[in-house]
């Protein structure tokens, strides 16, 4: 599909009438109710289908992973171990009339790389029968920080306390602390997101 309107032509499991006019609705699934990933999910998705309701269902996913993943590996497996159980589960639920559009999940990690420490997060998006994976990127991290987090601590808790700031994973993140606000955990997501929804917006090309 050579772009966004093209995946638009295909069927929709909801629409909703306002007034004479019908909106066709888009659902996701995503692997966590942070409303940072929640939203994240929706603002890029809005950017590919600006005709569309975009509605976001946040549900918890396991991501068989550590808490505070420390490799790109481990982190990346956690991102496709919640989307896959997002998408089991909606197919299972035999409850429901309609299934998602799109499931998607999210994983933050930290690595330590050869120019130094840093945080960044995996995307693992399904739609069908197709998985496609995107990387944020990448955020460098103190030493100090990085130590605290090899002896067993989460990045957000160790923000907290550097910054003095209460659950700043579920708001800017360690993105927005360390860059002045200048950029969010929810702005790079959304960027990763809409990176990563490119064999899916270029399906023609991708799978030739």
């Known amino acids: 599909m050579s772009n966004p309107t093209q995946l ?6 909801d629409k909703k009438s306002i007034g004479e006019q019908t909106i066709a609705q888009l659902t996701i ?6 409303p940072v990933k929640v939203n994240a999910a929706k603002v890029a998705f809005s950017q590919y289908f600006p005709h569309h309701q975009i509605h976001c269902i946040g549900k918890h996913a396991p991501s068989l992973v550590a808490d505070q993943p ?6 990346k ?5 919640r989307v896959q159980f997002c998408q089991s589960e909606d197919l299972a639920n035999t409850m429901a009339e309609t299934k998602a559009d799109f499931y998607i999940a999210m994983e933050g990690g930290v690595d330590h790389f050869n120019h130094g420490p840093a945080t960044f997060a995996y995307m693992a998006i399904i739609h069908q029968q197709q998985i496609s994976i995107g990387r944020s990127a990448l955020l460098p ?4 920080v990085y130590q605290s987090l090899q002896q067993g601590e ?3 808790h160790v923000m907290d306390r550097l910054f003095n700031t209460d659950n700043i994973k579920q708001k800017g993140g360690a993105i927005g602390l360390l860059t002045q606000g200048l950029a969010t955990r929810e702005s790079i997501y959304t960027q990763a997101i809409i990176l ?5 917006i270029n399906a023609e090309i991708f799978n030739s």
């Open 77 to 81: 497996q956690g991102a496709i171990n």
């Open 154 to 156: 989460e990045l957000g």
């Open 196 to 200: 990563a929804m490119a064999p899916f």
């Open 29 to 34: 699934i995503v692997g966590s109710k942070n």
């Open 70 to 75: 420390m490799t790109e590996q481990e982190t």
């Open 8 to 13: 638009e032509t295909q069927p929709l499991h």
């Open 141 to 144: 991290l103190p030493a100090q």
